[in-house]
T-cell receptor, first 112, second 114 residues
Framework: QKEVEQDPGPLSVPEGAIVSLNCTYS??????FMWYRQYSRKGPELLMY??SSGNKEDGRFTAQVDKSSKYISLFIRDSQPSDSATYLC????????????WGAGTKLIIKP | EAGVAQSPRYKIIEKRQSVAFWCNPI?????LYWYQQILGQGPKLLIQ????????DSQLPKDRFSAERLKGVDSTLKIQPAKLEDSAVYLC????????????FGSGTQLSVL
């Protein structure tokens, strides 16, 4: 079993829909949770960064962490074709020297 | 602010040949990372530098891969000899922080080994 599981997709939704992307993890020591967006032929770009549990909102993006369920989510409101990309979750813990553990990424397609 | 620069963008070599990748991080970023990303997978850390020193190279295949960071700024990653399974995108990233927060990635080098 991988430490971080992420559905590879692709997830295809119409423009304007609310998108929900998720990761599950097995290590309860994870404290820092990140979402990166990766466009084709580009490097990942940090979207959201969350410490411990709770929600964090930035424009159309909301990151949610549920440590009791070992589950994190990224919500995208009013999705746009420009949101089409691969979304990678990553997480880290103090006791492993903050080494990032990555999900495999979910490919998202927003249809105009 | 200039981003992380990498070169070349693409490289095609035959197996058993050698190849080198170059990275220039964002100015002032002490931490530099080399990642390998195979299609359909998340990035895999090969090596992490803090200034000139190596913080983590536990997943670097040291029999064929080597990396150095000159004067705590630019870095090169070398593969010698290359194998078919080395075909991947090699990503360089840098961070101001030592706790792996907020990594900034370059566009990567797409390596094809034939």
């Amino acid at each position: 079993q991988k430490e971080v599981e992420q559905d590879p997709g692709p997830l295809s939704v119409p423009e304007g829909a609310i998108v929900s992307l998720n990761c599950t993890y097995s290590n309860s020591a994870f404290q820092y949770f990140m979402w990166y967006r990766q466009y084709s032929r580009k490097g990942p770009e940090l979207l959201m960064y969350t410490y411990s549990s709770g929600n964090k909102e930035d424009g159309r993006f909301t990151a949610q962490v549920d440590k009791s369920s070992k589950y994190i989510s990224l919500f995208i409101r009013d999705s746009q074709p420009s949101d089409s990309a691969t979304y990678l979750c990553a997480m880290s813990a103090l006791d492993s020297n903050y080494q990032l553990i990555w999900g495999a990424g979910t490919k998202l397609i927003i249809k105009p | 602010e200039a981003g992380v620069a990498q070169s070349p963008r693409y490289k095609i070599i035959e197996k058993r040949q050698s190849v080198a990748f170059w990275c220039n991080p964002i100015s002032g970023h002490a931490t530099l990372y080399w990642y390998q990303q195979i299609l359909g997978q998340g990035p895999k850390l090969l090596i992490q530098f803090q200034n000139n020193g190596v913080v983590d190279d536990s997943q670097l295949p040291k029999d064929r891969f080597s990396a150095e960071r000159l004067k705590g700024v630019d870095s090169t990653l070398k593969i010698q000899p290359a194998k078919l399974e080395d075909s991947a995108v090699y990503l360089c990233a840098s961070s101001f922080f030592t706790t792996n927060e907020k990594l900034f990635f370059g566009s990567g080098t797409q390596l094809s080994v034939l």
